[in-house]
C-alpha cells in the first residue's frame, strides 16, 4: 500500500539546520511530485511549495522562499525538507504528501528553543 | 493567490445533530475543493475531494456540496468518533487551506 514515512522528531536550538525526510513506497517514486505542509501549535495547516520528482526542482510558496531548501535522493524514493538558520516560529509539525493531498506522512514535530 | 474563509472556526453539537461547515473561496474554484478531518496528533484524512466525491471508506454521513466560491461539508448525523478539526483545501489554482472548524460534543 501506499505510505509516506517521516523522520522522527526534532529539538533544535535558534540558528541551527535541520533536515527531515519522507519515504515514499507503494508507488513508483518519481511518478508524482512532493508537496509540504506546516502546521504550528493549534493552528492551521500552511502550504510550503513542492518538488518534481523527475526534475528535482523545488517551487516555494512566498513564506519559504528563504532558508527552506526541498531536495531528493530518488534512489531511495525519498524527499528531504531541509531549513536553515532555525527560529522559534519554525516550531510546527511539518507534513509531506502527494499531489492532491490524499496520501501524507505522519508528519515531523520540530521544536526550535534555546 | 486564492484565500479561503472558513466558518465557524469552533462548533459544539449533540450526537446525531446535523453539522455544516462553510468555506468561501475569494475567486472561483470550479469545485476543486476538499474536506479533511485531523484528529489530535494525526496526519490530516481526506473525506471528500471535488466538492462532492466521498473518499473510500468514509461513512456517508459525510457529504459536500456547493459551487463557484461557496462550499459546505455536512455531517448528516454527528458520532461521537467525528470530534476532530475540518479544513477545506482549494487545488483549482495552486493550493490553499481554510484555517479549520473545530468540532466538540455539546
Known amino acids: 500500500q501506499i505510505q509516506l514515512v517521516q523522520s522522527g522528531p526534532e529539538l533544535k536550538k535558534p540558528g541551527e539546520s535541520l533536515k527531515i525526510s519522507c519515504k515514499a513506497s507503494?508507488?513508483?517514486?518519481?511518478?508524482?511530485?512532493m508537496q509540504w505542509v506546516k502546521q504550528a501549535p493549534g493552528k492551521g495547516l500552511q502550504y510550503m511549495g513542492w518538488?518534481?520528482?523527475?526534475?528535482?526542482?523545488?517551487t516555494y510558496a512566498d513564506d519559504f522562499k528563504e532558508r527552506f531548501v526541498f531536495s531528493l535522493e530518488t534512489s531511495a524514493s525519498t524527499a528531504y525538507l531541509q531549513i536553515n538558520n532555525l527560529k522559534n516560529e519554525d516550531t510546527a509539525t511539518y507534513f509531506c504528501a502527494r499531489p492532491k493531498f490524499h496520501y501524507w506522512g505522519q508528519g515531523v514535530m520540530v521544536t526550535v528553543s534555546s | 493567490d486564492i484565500q479561503m474563509t472558513q466558518s465557524p472556526s469552533f462548533l459544539s453539537a449533540t450526537v446525531g445533530d446535523r453539522v455544516t461547515i462553510n468555506c468561501k473561496a475569494s475567486q472561483n474554484i470550479n469545485k476543486y475543493l476538499n474536506w479533511y478531518q485531523q484528529k489530535l496528533g494525526e496526519a490530516p484524512k481526506r473525506l471528500i475531494y471535488?466538492?462532492?466525491s466521498l473518499q473510500t471508506g468514509i461513512p456517508s454521513r459525510f457529504s459536500g456540496s456547493g459551487s463557484g466560491t461557496d462550499y459546505t461539508l455536512t455531517i448528516s448525523s454527528l458520532q461521537p468518533e467525528d470530534v476532530a478539526t475540518y479544513f477545506c483545501l482549494q487545488h483549482n489554482s495552486g493550493y490553499t487551506f481554510g484555517a479549520g472548524t473545530k468540532l466538540e460534543l455539546k
Open positions: 507503494g508507488y513508483t517514486f518519481t511518478d508524482y511530485a
Open positions: 471535488n466538492t462532492n
Open positions: 518538488i518534481n520528482t523527475q526534475t528535482g526542482k523545488p
